[in-house]
């Protein structure tokens, strides 16, 4: 039994872990899931009710409950009191960053416990990872988890604490090349060479599936953007280059799919760039209805920056899955996208914050139907080559067998035994 040790279960945003829970458990891997707060979102995805694992929450705050969270303390001293001191020392080593996950690691122990939990899997390299890095210690079983973007990258983070998690953990998981270099470089030369995999984040190629665009005369090609509305997103620079293209006089449409902070900061560029005909911002929608806007679409914009507070997307799943329904995708060189993006093959690139480059690829690829049609066939060839879900579930299921699933030099995976294995 896995137990997957998650911040908040589910996650409007997070589609990738719950295809992730999907995959594994169409293939007989038992997990539980340990959420160390309850949803928020007011929006769950249609597969949620496919997920057979049971859910366990915590209470959120530990100054809510302080005598439950005190009790499971002195259960865990009077169970493993080697292991709580040792969990102490370093949570004190690593003082701010330490102390939330130190202190709900008991709760998340005994309930892994009472599952029969033999490994913890964490995602994102922050509270959940640093959690189960504890829970683990007071369980004695092993831990691994995936780091994704804002968890490492993010100005906030302790890299400190964060070179002590790879470290501590069986084996690390990353969703791209480009974190596997980063998370290197933070580890240093100590690190085994096998610690961090790539597992490249995924979608289930299945649920979307390619369909013809209306190229005909008079039909307005629609570019269409989706997530969270952040900085990271870029989707400011999305509106001025909009503003871009009508003042050159092409004909589109750009719908922005998402809800955020930057909401009414997007609506007021929008009117001040009297775009407000063009552009429009449509709320959060359901996946179902996503797999319907993009097929529907001629092209997907996803000109992420990377913020001013180093907050950065990893490999945004939207892409697969535009890439997945066919579409392609013109979006900038930031961390992980260029391993799916192909400029020139499954869309364009730019660099990030380069407006004037993004209205130029965006008016090149609006121009030209043909090769929007080769580029989309190309983007989905890719997701099935590499960015399936199938795909990247036999390189975690790997990692969980204790092997390791080497990437070659064109990207596939195979799984291969570790250095030492058998001996």
């Known amino acids: 039994m896995i137990g997957y040790v998650l911040k908040m279960y589910p996650r409007f945003s997070e589609t990738f872990i719950v295809s992730e829970i999907l995959e594994l458990e169409r293939r007989g891997v038992p997990l539980t899931i340990i959420s160390l707060k309850k949803p928020n979102d007011g929006r769950f995805h249609e597969d949620l009710a496919r997920v057979r694992a049971g859910v366990k929450y915590l209470p959120e705050r530990a100054v809510g409950h302080p005598l439950r969270y005190a009790r499971a303390h002195l259960r865990a001293v009077r169970r493993a009191p080697g292991s709580w001191l040792g969990c102490l020392a370093l949570a004190l080593r690593h003082l701010p960053a330490s102390w939330k996950g130190f202190v709900r690691a008991p709760l998340v122990a005994e309930a892994a416990a009472a599952?029969?939990?033999?490994?913890?899997?964490?995602?994102?390299?922050?509270?959940?990872?640093?959690?189960?890095?504890?829970?683990?210690?007071?369980?004695?079983?092993?831990?691994?988890?995936t780091a994704h973007a804002k968890d490492i990258y993010h100005e906030e983070r302790s890299e400190r604490l964060l070179a002590h998690l790879l470290h501590a953990a069986e084996r690390v998981v990353t969703v791209s090349e480009f974190n596997r270099r980063h998370l290197r470089a933070v580890g240093g030369a100590e690190l085994p060479e096998d610690r961090i995999a790539l597992v490249y984040n995924h979608v289930d190629a299945r649920a979307f599936t390619p369909s013809p665009r209306d190229v005909s005369a008079g039909v307005t090609p629609t570019i269409l953007a989706v997530g969270?509305?952040?900085?990271?997103?870029?989707?400011?620079?999305?509106?001025?280059?909009?503003?871009?293209?009508?003042?050159?006089?092409?004909?589109?449409?750009?719908?922005?799919v998402g809800k955020g902070p930057l909401e009414a900061a997007l609506a007021a560029r929008i009117r001040e760039r009297g775009i407000a005909d063009r552009v429009t911002l449509?709320?959060?929608r359901p996946r179902g209805e996503i797999a319907r806007?993009?097929?529907?679409?001629?092209?997907?914009?996803?000109?992420?920056?990377?913020?001013?507070d180093g907050n950065r997307d990893g490999l945004p799943t939207v892409i697969l899955e535009a890439m997945?329904?066919?579409?392609?995708?013109?979006?900038?060189?930031?961390?992980?996208?260029?391993?799916?993006?192909?400029?020139g093959v499954t869309g364009r690139l730019v660099e990030p914050g380069d407006v004037a480059g993004l209205a130029d690829a965006l008016a090149a690829m609006l121009a030209?139907?043909?090769?929007c049609a080769a580029m989309g066939r190309a983007a989905r060839e890719r997701v099935l080559e590499r960015f399936d879900v199938r795909r990247s579930?036999?390189?975690?299921?790997?990692v969980f067998a204790g092997r390791f699933p080497e990437t070659p030099a064109d990207g596939t995976t195979r799984d291969a035994e570790p250095a030492g294995a058998g001996r």
């Open 368 to 371: 030209d139907p043909a090769a």
């Open 293 to 308: 806007l993009l097929g529907e679409s001629t092209l997907l914009a996803a000109p992420c920056v990377i913020g001013r």
């Open 393 to 398: 579930i036999d390189a975690l299921a790997a």
């Open 282 to 284: 449509e709320g959060p």
């Open 324 to 343: 997945a329904s066919g579409l392609p995708v013109v979006s900038t060189r930031v961390t992980g996208i260029p391993e799916a993006v192909v400029d």
């Open 228 to 256: 969270r509305l952040v900085e990271k997103k870029g989707f400011a620079d999305l509106v001025d280059a909009c503003a871009r293209l009508v003042d050159r006089g092409v004909d589109f449409r750009c719908r922005i």
């Open 115 to 145: 599952r029969g939990c033999t490994r913890l899997h964490a995602h994102f390299a922050s509270l959940p990872a640093i959690t189960a890095m504890f829970a683990a210690r007071l369980l004695d079983v092993p831990f691994t988890f």
